[in-house]
Nanobody
Framework: QVQLVESGGGSVQAGGSLRLSCAASVYAYSRFCMGWFRQAPGKEREGVAHIYVRGGTTYYADSVKGRFTISRDNAKNTVYLQMNSLKPEDTAMYYC????????????????????WGQGTQVTVSS
C-alpha cells in the first residue's frame, strides 16, 4: 500500500516562495518516480515536476523551469518542491503522485502513468 501525504501549501504574495513536502510510505521507494501536479479551478490537472528517486533524474514543465526545483531526501522517503518567484498563475491545488518504475523514465512521465496520489495541498499566490 502506498500513502502520500503532502504539506507546505499556503498563501504568498507574487514573487514569494513556498516549499511543498510529500512524505511517502512505500516499499522499494528508490524504484519509484515521484511527481508534482497541480490543478487550478476550471482547468485540467497538469504535471509540474518529476523525479526518479534512484539517481535523482528530474523533469520539469516549461512553465516552471528555472523557478521550481524538485528534490528528494531518501532517508526520509520525502520529496520536495521548492517554488520560487511565484506568480498568481501558480495558484492551484498541488498533488503529489507516484508510480513504480524499474528503470529511469526516458521521457517526462505523463499523468496516466501515476497510480498513487496524495490528497493535495492548496497554494494561493496573490498579486
Amino acid at each position: 500500500q502506498v500513502q502520500l501525504v503532502e504539506s507546505g501549501g499556503g498563501s504568498v504574495q507574487a514573487g514569494g516562495s513556498l516549499r511543498l513536502s510529500c512524505a511517502a510510505s512505500v516499499y522499494a521507494y528508490s524504484r519509484f518516480c515521484m511527481g508534482w501536479f497541480r490543478q487550478a479551478p476550471g482547468k485540467e490537472r497538469e504535471g509540474v515536476a518529476h523525479i526518479y528517486v534512484r539517481g535523482g533524474t528530474t523533469y520539469y514543465a516549461d512553465s516552471v523551469k528555472g523557478r521550481f526545483t524538485i528534490s528528494r531526501d531518501n532517508a526520509k522517503n520525502t520529496v520536495y518542491l521548492q517554488m520560487n518567484s511565484l506568480k498568481p498563475e501558480d495558484t492551484a491545488m498541488y498533488y503529489c503522485a507516484a508510480f513504480f518504475s524499474p528503470a529511469r523514465p526516458a521521457t517526462m512521465p505523463t499523468m496516466s502513468e501515476y497510480g498513487y496520489w496524495g490528497q493535495g495541498t492548496q497554494v494561493t499566490v496573490s498579486s
